[in-house]
């Protein structure tokens, strides 16, 4: 095998290489990128969650900060749903109106399984061990980012019906008096 140097890589060790039987393949290293299983599973397919209430940045909560320790803010998002305001805290819920948008922010989860998914489902009483049905579900949802891409985020989407409910015409919580 006979390998050529790639220049546009950088500093990295990548070579295409030409084999004996005349086909090609890609051999690269990148030293300064070291990836175990976790983090390549994260990177084909991140965990991300999208935050509408009390969980957002500008809530300065106990929460929001302990979120923050957890993942990473991506970008300010919209959800295609409706908010309520239940008490101190919203609900959201799904819409198939274009026109219904929920303003929130989406995180990237950092040990999304073994570390931010169950402290969340706590916080948001998710789970088997509350009573059902929950308040919340945790759903895989469609988001859009203020960059304008598509990502697919957790969303806790409120459980209960919303008769009675304060409908959040700004579609901000965080511009909703309490």
């Given at each position: 095998m006979r390998g050529?140097?790639?220049?546009?890589?950088?500093?990295?060790?990548?070579?295409?290489?030409?084999?004996?039987?005349?086909?090609?393949?890609?051999?690269?290293?990148?030293?300064?990128?070291?990836?175990?299983?976790?983090?390549d599973r994260r990177i084909m397919?991140?965990?991300?969650i999208f935050v509408?209430?009390?969980?957002?940045?500008?809530?300065?909560s106990e929460m929001s900060h302990l979120l923050a320790k957890h993942a990473?803010?991506?970008?300010?998002?919209?959800?295609q749903g409706r908010l309520f305001k239940v008490d101190y805290y919203p609900g959201a819920v799904s819409s198939n109106n274009p026109n219904d948008v929920v303003q929130g922010e989406v995180y990237l989860l950092h040990q999304a399984d073994d570390v931010a998914l169950p402290?969340?489902?706590?916080?948001e009483e998710f789970g088997p061990e509350f009573p059902e049905?929950?308040?919340?579900?945790?759903?895989?949802?469609?988001v859009l980012l203020k960059s304008g891409r598509f990502v697919t985020a957790w969303v806790y989407v409120y459980n209960h019906p919303t008769e009675g409910l304060e409908l959040v015409e700004s579609a901000n919580f965080i511009q909703q008096p309490l």
């Amino acid at each position: 095998m006979r390998g050529f140097p790639i220049s546009r890589l950088g500093t990295s060790k990548a070579k295409l290489q030409l084999r004996e039987m005349g086909s090609w393949s890609f051999q690269a290293e990148f030293p300064s990128l070291s990836l175990g299983i976790s983090e390549d599973r994260r990177i084909m397919n991140p965990d991300y969650i999208f935050v509408y209430g009390t969980l957002r940045r500008d809530t300065n909560s106990e929460m929001s900060h302990l979120l923050a320790k957890h993942a990473e803010f991506v970008d300010d998002a919209t959800y295609q749903g409706r908010l309520f305001k239940v008490d101190y805290y919203p609900g959201a819920v799904s819409s198939n109106n274009p026109n219904d948008v929920v303003q929130g922010e989406v995180y990237l989860l950092h040990q999304a399984d073994d570390v931010a998914l169950p402290l969340l489902d706590q916080y948001e009483e998710f789970g088997p061990e509350f009573p059902e049905p929950n308040e919340y579900s945790r759903q895989k949802q469609s988001v859009l980012l203020k960059s304008g891409r598509f990502v697919t985020a957790w969303v806790y989407v409120y459980n209960h019906p919303t008769e009675g409910l304060e409908l959040v015409e700004s579609a901000n919580f965080i511009q909703q008096p309490l």
